[in-house]
């Protein structure tokens, strides 16, 4: 298979970055609309978070600061101490309990793919995150949904080798005894770390599972598992996730020593690319944010984040124009033409048919129906002066080239039987 790779996923100093704009091409954007109606198919909501939040909203995590590649940019007010948002999850999370406390608790699927913004080595970067989440609920089924919904997505992008490494840091019950025993491990390995693992590990042990150090993975490798000292209720959690995800053929792997930043607690995963050992995106538990962001109790809420410009850095060639595919293509050939087509286009649309058109601009048969081709269309219907004025439409299947008239009134009937709908 074909990966590509660009140099400079995360960042953009382009003037276009520095203006606050994401460069994004014709197949990318068309790429993100098939994704949405993907994730939209899987019964989650799109949300429009927004771009800028209150900078305290960031300070309330010190984690967060760590995790974030890159510096939030404030924004000019009156006084109000905002920032563009450099990660949109915490808004997510926001105006849920703030439905939750309107409403009262339910069960919310939301997903969002929105840029953010942020400082990097001096130039502003401005990527696309994806993020899908699932609020009001972490049960294993949940949490298999969650992995379910994220593999259906980076398979609608080609991505076929990919994994999911799993893991479940526990709660903070059974992460107290496990954070003190591997805290005295790595005490006694302390000569064996490198020299971040070896100043970080007494505030945080779970710091050395990221280092990619084979001093220090080495050390873990003889370490206690986390496993093993989950309680009834993570473990059950973990066990109940991965059956789920192996009945539906979900490559994983259970990964002891998976700590997924900025999360804390609970089920963690990260899906992968292992040829490359490429990071595709990675998820789990934020029910540990809902305090933080002023919630009496804690709330559940799982959630999976990426940004789009990695994602299609490993797009394969071939399904780089993926997302240009429409059932229908309309060519009409002059002005009372095209008004018909747009009338035929409204009434396809109303009946469930993705429909495009490329009328503008003095549009001629050869160049439509090369655009056409270009968005992989299953049927074109063809309407010229003669087929405007009979109430006729010439329709043509793509593959074979064979073409047939029929009338006006009967070509949605028509293009719904050959597509089978």
């Not at 978070?49 to 300070?59: G, N």
């Not at 398979?155 to 496990?178: A, H, T």
Request: with cysteine; proline share 5%.
């Amino acid at each position: 298979m074909n990966f590509r790779r660009r140099k400079n996923p995360e960042g953009n100093s382009s003037s276009a970055a520095a203006a606050g704009h994401a460069e994004t091409s014709v197949e990318q954007e068309l790429l993100m609309d098939s994704l949405l109606r993907t994730v939209g198919s899987f019964g989650f909501r799109q949300i429009l978070p927004p771009p800028v939040s209150a900078r305290a909203l960031l300070d309330r995590e010190p984690e967060l600061g760590r995790w974030l590649a890159g510096s939030p940019i404030p924004v000019t007010t009156d006084g109000a101490d905002l920032v563009l948002n450099p990660t949109h999850f915490l808004s997510v999370l926001k105006k849920y309990l703030e439905n939750v406390a309107a409403r009262g608790a339910h069960v919310a699927k939301w997903f969002y793919l929105s840029p953010v913004t942020a400082l990097r080595g001096g130039a502003v970067s401005v990527n696309h995150e994806l993020g899908i989440f699932i609020l009001g609920e972490d049960s294993p089924l949940a949490g298999a949904q969650l992995i379910d919904a994220v593999t259906q997505v980076l398979s609608l992008l080609g991505l076929r080798e990919f994994s999911v490494d799993v893991n479940n840091l526990g709660c903070r019950i059974c992460q107290k005894d496990y954070r003190n025993l591997l805290t005295e491990h790595l005490k006694r390995q302390q000569l064996s770390l490198c020299a971040t693992c070896s100043q970080g590990f007494e505030e945080n042990p779970f710091v050395v599972w990221n280092c990619a150090e084979p001093g220090c993975q080495a050390q873990l490798a003889e370490a206690p598992q986390i496993v093993d000292f989950l309680d009834e209720g993570c473990r059950a959690n973990l066990m109940g996730i991965l059956e789920t995800i192996d009945s539906l053929g979900i490559a994983y792997t259970l990964h002891p020593t998976l700590f997924v930043k900025p999360l804390r607690e609970k089920v963690m995963f990260r899906a992968t690319l292992p040829a490359l050992s490429a990071t595709l995106g990675e998820g789990g538990n934020f029910t540990h944010y809902s305090t933080l962001l002023g919630a009496p109790a804690e709330v559940p809420a799982i959630g999976f984040i990426t940004n789009f410009e990695r994602l299609w850095q490993y797009v394969p060639e071939e399904s780089r124009t993926l997302g240009s595919h429409v059932e229908v293509f309309m060519v009409p050939l002059g002005p009372v033409a095209s008004r018909r087509a747009l009338l035929m286009h409204r009434e396809l649309q109303r009946a469930g048919i993705t429909a495009a058109e490329a009328m503008l601009g003095h549009a001629s048969i050869k160049s439509q129906l090369k655009e056409a081709n270009e968005r992989r269309s299953d049927i074109a219907l063809i309407i010229g002066q003669k087929e405007a004025l009979d109430e006729t439409v010439i329709l043509r299947d793509m593959r074979s080239g064979i073409q047939e008239v029929f009338a006006s009134e009967r070509i949605v009937d028509e293009v719904k039987k050959r597509l089978g709908k």
